[in-house]
């Protein structure tokens, strides 16, 4: 028996198979028919098909050898400006052979690399256009020079439908002959929100288990793979004990491994849903979102989201105050 | 219960001492030679660096050879007088019960000062009239006060004893402690100390008591303590301060890594600004001042590294307005310094995997980490055959695949 990971096996390999994103499916699909793309900036959430579009693209236009004229880089494992400099030049400066005369790069995760490197970056662009177009991929294009930006062609990828995301995962389903409850797709849904690569794996793991799966099943495969407990740590926080709600939120983020973006999003679930006056909870959602923009822009997960629990600790000081 | 190991493990016969074999020999035989008659020399001058086991020898001899120890330090040579009070105690009778009896001066190099004038004189007068064995111990042999008393004395040199004979003794005090300790930490300890015992088994047990098992990760932040007390005067002025320029001015001073810094006052912060309010000004103040640790990585533009410091340090020190001042609170060492230290391996473990996951995946191996990895290892705790597959499938060697499936080694 052959056994990959689904995310990977399940993969679409041509713009047909991709069943999201359609506007941008119909335009790479121009491209192809024209034989000619753009630079493009690909942005959008994780696991909603940027890669994936790549790489499909790439096979469209080339057939069956197209490995040989694409190249990925990734920016989070590569990102020096040195790597630019050379690798990116060696393949960008030689031509093509074959009836499309340009190669395509795919810088991945290219709101990773420093803006010295995507100046860099920016010359080499600029300079093979000729004989090499680039297709840079990353979550936030605000993270991406604006010399670029408005060189590259902007695409814009959201979180899968719920249809899209049953549909996909039905398809899988099918496949692996897995045995599972309607019940479980909007457990899996609630947790990946339209993240597919989330949802994937999700399914896999949760497929592991070996028994029918069931919301349940699915809630405990997202408890062991990303033990998020807020509710807790907000209390510990509210309470005045921060120390110790701090050392909760290491373990979670150093221990588990689990994301900062989730963890933010849980507490501000968490608080809407708690019993705190309305007043506070907007006050709170300020704090939340201040926070969650600074996520965004790359800082420490753990120092920024203590910074949030120490402003529930004060948020809970100035409660019992009568505030 | 926690007894300082350095006395607890302290050697108690001369065997067990480690290094200066040559050292030792001198000095036994010629505590022996007055078994015959009383020696030209009537003192030895046991001198060397600290912590190498000057004491220890002089204390397991008089062990070995059944000898009442008479010991005497730097606080007993104040004056003349003092000194002559223990000396017509000591060294001019045999014991009642016709023992023998050792005298130990020890920390010669303590007798400094006015106060102490004649103190030298005393113990020269002391040592030519001995009638049992009299013992010197001081760093500095050569400091010139002691030139006439060194006439007087056979001179034993101690020297630093090798790494080897160091991690030695450390593995000896780990048996006792029943910990299972491996040989690169208790290397890294005894390098470290440069060569002092003493400091050695006082890092080890600050480092390992109370574990079973001590490893490398353990102790390779100790690389970072030399600088401790920097570090504490620096974090002392953030957190204590109510001067900005203060407690700017302080960073200059310590000439230390920003990201270290960083994380002492990160960790320390809450357990000194107690205020609630106090405590989110402060804390947002490390925020923001990560907000511009992050625009330099980006920008590669360092001249932004003063914001880094203006909120690090003065936004920490002006955040203090209401937390009330409480007794000495102990600073305490960075945990996430800590943590990756000692998840070392682990990390790098998964970082391999990693790899392997992205040749296949189309993912960054920090992404295939975070993204990938929690669920393979459910995976492989649960399904072997769909591991199977799936380690083939990504070239996983054997280490690899007991990481994930929770089994050791």
């Known amino acids: 028996m052959s056994w990959e990971l689904w995310a990977e096996k399940y993969r679409p390999q041509s713009l047909d198979q991709m069943i999201n994103q359609t506007e941008i499916v119909e335009r790479l699909k121009s491209f192809v028919e024209a034989k000619n793309i753009p630079h493009c900036i690909f942005a959008g959430p994780p696991g909603t098909g940027k890669t994936t579009a790549a790489l499909c693209l790439a096979h469209d236009l080339y057939g069956k050898g197209y490995r040989e004229h694409f190249m990925e880089l990734n920016a989070s494992d590569e990102r020096g400006i040195n790597v630019v400099r050379e690798t990116v030049k060696t393949f960008a400066r030689t031509r093509s052979i ?130 998020i407990d807020v509710r807790e740590m907000i209390a510990l926080a509210m309470k005045g004990n921060f120390i110790e709600a701090r050392q909760r939120l290491r373990e979670m983020i150093l221990k588990y491994g689990v994301a900062g973006s989730d963890i933010i999003k849980q507490i501000h679930i968490e608080i809407f849903r708690s019993a705190l006056p309305d007043q506070w909870k907007v006050k709170l959602a300020g704090a939340i979102g201040e926070i969650d923009f600074r996520l965004v822009q790359g800082a420490d997960e753990e120092v920024q989201l203590s910074a949030l629990l120490a402003r529930l600790t004060e948020a809970g000081y100035e409660l019992k105050r009568g505030g | 219960m926690h007894a300082a190991w350095i006395v607890k493990h302290k050697p108690q016969t001369l065997s067990e001492v480690v290094g200066n074999a040559e050292a030792i020999q001198k000095f036994t035989e010629w505590a022996r030679s007055w078994d015959k008659r009383i020696p030209k020399k009537r003192a030895a001058f046991l001198h060397g660096p600290p912590g190498v086991g000057k004491t220890v020898c002089v204390e397991a001899l008089a062990k070995d050879l059944q000898m009442e120890l008479v010991e005497k330090n730097a606080s007993d040579y104040r004056t003349a007088e003092a000194v002559q009070r223990f000396a017509g105690l000591a060294s001019q009778y045999g014991t009642l019960f016709g023992g023998s009896r050792l005298v130990l001066l020890d920390e010669l190099d303590g007798i400094t000062g006015t106060a102490d004038k004649g103190g030298v004189g005393a113990i020269t007068e002391i040592v030519k009239a001995a009638q049992c064995p009299v013992v010197l111990v001081a760093n500095n042999a050569y400091d010139p006060r002691f030139s006439t008393l060194r006439k007087y004395c ?61 490893v490398y990760e353990d102790v390779a932040w100790l690389a970072e303590r030399d600088r401790k007390d920097v570090i504490f005067n620096v974090l002392r002025t953030i957190l204590y301060s109510k001067d900005s320029w203060e407690a700017k001015k302080a960073v200059d001073a310590a000439d230390m890594d920003t990201d270290m810094l960083f994380q002492w006052v990160y960790e320390n912060v809450p357990y000194h600004l107690t205020d609630p309010q106090d405590l989110a000004k402060a804390m947002d103040a490390l925020s923001l001042a990560d907000i511009y640790r992050r625009r330099i990585r980006s920008t590669q533009d360092w001249s932004l590294l003063r914001y880094v410091l203006d909120f690090m340090t003065a936004g920490v020190a002006m955040a203090r307005e209401r937390t009330k001042p409480s007794g000495w609170i102990p600073f305490r060492f960075p945990e996430k310094i800590q943590w990756m230290s000692r998840t070392k391996a682990e990390r790098e473990m998964q970082s391999a995997i990693g790899m392997k996951i992205r040749r296949k995946c189309h993912v960054s191996s920090v992404r295939a980490v975070k993204e990938f990895l929690p669920y393979i290892r459910i995976i492989f705790e649960n399904n072997p055959e769909m591991a199977a597959g799936i380690a083939r499938w990504l070239d996983l060697d054997e280490t690899m695949v007991n990481y994930l499936a929770g089994r050791k080694g």
């Open chain 2, 154 to 214: 056979l001179l034993v040199e101690f020297k630093k004893p090798t790494v080897r004979e160091v991690m030695k003794h450390l593995k000896k005090v780990c048996v006792g402690e029943e910990i299972n300790a491996d040989e690169e930490a208790l290397k890294f300890i005894a390098e470290k100390s440069g060569r002092d015992v003493r400091s050695a088994v006082n890092d080890l047990q600050a480092l390992a008591q109370g574990k079973k098992r001590f």
């Open chain 1, 98 to 227: 074959g009836e499309i005369p340009f190669k395509i790069m795919i810088l991945d995760e290219s709101d990773n690399m420093t803006s010295d490197a995507q100046q860099a970056l920016r010359r080499t662009m600029e300079r093979f256009t000729e004989t090499c177009r680039f297709i840079l991929i990353a979550n936030y294009s605000g993270k991406i020079i604006e010399p670029i930006q408005s060189r590259c062609a902007p695409f814009r990828f959201s979180y899968l439908s719920r249809e899209d995301h049953d549909r996909y995962l039905r398809h899988i389903i099918q496949q692996e002959s897995v045995k599972i409850l309607d019940e479980a797709f909007d457990a899996i849904f609630e947790v990946s929100g339209g993240d597919l690569r989330r949802a994937t794996n999700t399914l896999q793991a949760a497929a592991s288990l070996g028994r029918v799966i069931d919301a349940e099943t699915v809630y405990s495969v997202i408890g062991r793979a990303s033990p």
